[in-house]
């Protein structure tokens, strides 16, 4: 069974939850889909006490009194007997993130040249491209994602309005680091020499990067 | 972990193991049986991180499929590899051998009295 279809099935299964067995295994789900582990088998996992879950509420019972009362170490378990990422995908995964973001930083930087050219505007100008602009976006998007990753799954457990402070602290966090970025890119874009690259050229780099996106991170391998 | 537990959890890797010797079985199913053998002491739950580890170890192995009889939905249903079965004979003589030896010695005691 493929990782979508898995994800459609437990999706249907979480609508046949009571509101409490719901948001305990919510929960579940959004620890282990954030940890390292091999992405088939833990959607496997998920959709396998996902059943033994409606099979128990059939029976009366809570999501409690199967997974017992401290969900939190009951997934560290689960997590730590799961088979990790492989090195490859760990590798994929990490790359995946400043591609993509570089990829759609091409597409906007190509849109942006052409509308220019249409409207007879400075095309050289806009056909700049900073060194230090292309690092930022691709350690920023790679720093920020991580980031959100780690921060749900060591929220998932957190009552409810302690999640609302979180996202608050949270978004402090975020918007600290977005800072930092943009200052160490500024500082950096004074040492780091600019790069021309016509709109066209701009077009040719979103396609190649949109394809390799396509043929190296595919899930269906 | 604690003597105890650890042993419990060896002597229910064992069950499990026996369970699935001769047909294969899905999570609940394999929780259900557990409980009416008397085994009450594993909570429903705790037969994941066990199943999980059993994987690893290639003693079973899963497959999720759907029901095509009844168009059920998908459940994993496990079974015994070449390395479980044995792992099951050496379970049965040990079991056999400690089972003997603290009969044994708990007749011994009884008949003393």
């Not at chain 1, 939850?17 to 390292?36: A, C, F, G, H, Q």
């Not at chain 2, 079985?25 to 429903?44: A, K, R």
């Amino acid at each position: 069974m493929k990782i979508k279809q898995m994800i459609r099935e437990n999706n249907r299964m979480q609508e046949q939850m009571t509101p409490s067995n719901l948001k305990y295994y919510e929960d579940m789900v959004v620890y282990i889909r954030t940890s390292p582990v091999n992405e088939a088998r833990g959607e496997e996992l998920l959709l396998e006490m996902a059943q033994h879950l409606l099979d128990a509420q059939s029976k009366g019972k809570s999501a409690e009194e199967v997974f017992g009362n401290d969900p939190e170490a009951y997934c560290a378990e689960l997590v730590e007997n799961l088979p990790k990422l492989k090195g490859l995908s760990q590798l994929q995964l990490s790359l995946m993130i400043p591609w993509i973001a570089l990829t759609w930083f091409f597409f906007a930087h190509a849109l942006v040249g052409f509308v220019t050219m249409i409207a007879n505007g400075n095309v050289e100008q806009m056909s700049q491209v900073r060194i230090s602009t292309l690092i930022l976006v691709a350690a920023g998007s790679y720093i920020l994602i991580k980031l959100i990753m780690d921060m749900m799954n060591k929220d998932a457990f957190q009552p409810e309005e302690n999640k609302r402070k979180i996202n608050l602290r949270n978004m402090g966090i975020y918007i600290f680091i977005a800072i930092v970025i943009v200052v160490a890119g500024v500082w950096l874009s004074r040492f780091l020499p600019v790069l021309v690259i016509e709109p066209w050229m701009s077009l040719i780099i979103f396609v190649i990067g949109f394809i390799g996106s396509k043929v190296l991170f595919s899930r269906n391998k | 972990m604690t003597t105890q537990s650890q042993m419990l959890k060896g002597i229910l890797e064992g069950c499990i193991l026996s369970l699935m010797e001769n047909r294969e079985v899905y999570g609940y199913e394999l929780s259900t049986l557990l409980e009416e053998s008397g085994l009450t002491f594993v909570s429903e739950g705790s037969i994941y991180p066990l199943l999980l580890r059993m994987q690893k170890e290639a003693l079973i192995e899963g497959t999720l499929r759907s029901n095509t009889g009844s168009g059920g939905p998908p459940r994993k249903y496990y079974n015994l590899t070449k390395k479980g079965k044995d792992t099951l004979t050496q379970f049965k003589q040990h079991w056999g051998t400690l089972k003997h030896s603290v009969d044994h010695i708990l007749d011994n005691e009884r008949s003393k009295r």
